[in-house]
């Protein structure tokens, strides 16, 4: 392999300026370019950052937490609403990926009025109990009203559902008026 020149004599052009210098007097920088010795520059620390160690994201010992968060108020899609058949007091509800089950309360709030339904019944201070069709949509049964169209969407922009308080019913025992009699002294209703 060939040898290189000693070049005492040899002249450069530096990259930077244009500038000529002795060839031997020019410095090499960190990105190639060939310089004079007063056009120099060191490589800047921050292109070069060090290297540090990833931080630890396990933790020691670590435990689930055991609390329960509370059911809050969720916005639901605009018109999500859908009525029954005409004449049906049931309604079903569009609430992607509720998370409900069946037999617990949800109270509507911020609900217009549609087919029939009155914004007071839909909104019920009690809520209503609910049967789960699937993970996206379930239904209740109003108390009071019926569809007076039929299968329409409605409920407006702006309706959230929450927690309620309604219960499931359960069987009432009987009342027998023969045995009773009036208290007049407490004013209450005393079985024989």
Request: charged share 25%; proline share 6%.
């Amino acid at each position: 392999m060939g040898r290189f020149a000693v070049g005492k004599y040899a002249y450069g052009i530096s990259d930077r300026s244009g500038f000529r210098y002795r060839l031997k007097d020019m410095r090499m920088e960190w990105n190639g370019s060939l310089v004079g010795k007063d056009e120099y520059e060191p490589k800047h620390p921050q292109l070069d950052p060090k290297r540090r160690p990833t931080d630890p994201e396990a933790i020691k010992n670590a435990r689930p937490d055991p609390r329960v968060e509370p059911e809050v108020i969720r916005l639901l899609t605009p018109n999500c609403f859908k009525s029954g058949a005409i004449g049906s007091s049931v309604i079903t509800v569009t609430e992607f990926s509720h998370g409900r089950t069946t037999n617990t309360a949800v109270r509507f709030r911020n609900v217009s009025a549609f087919d029939g339904f009155s914004q007071t019944v839909l909104e019920n201070s009690s809520g209503y109990t609910i049967t789960v069709l699937d993970e996206n949509r379930y239904t209740f049964a109003v108390t009071t009203g019926s569809a007076a169209i039929g299968n329409t969407k409605g409920g407006g922009e702006n309706a959230t559902a929450g927690p309620g308080t309604a219960s499931v019913p359960t069987a009432s025992s009987t009342f027998d008026s023969t045995g009773t009699t009036l208290d007049s002294t407490s004013n209450t209703f005393d079985e024989a």
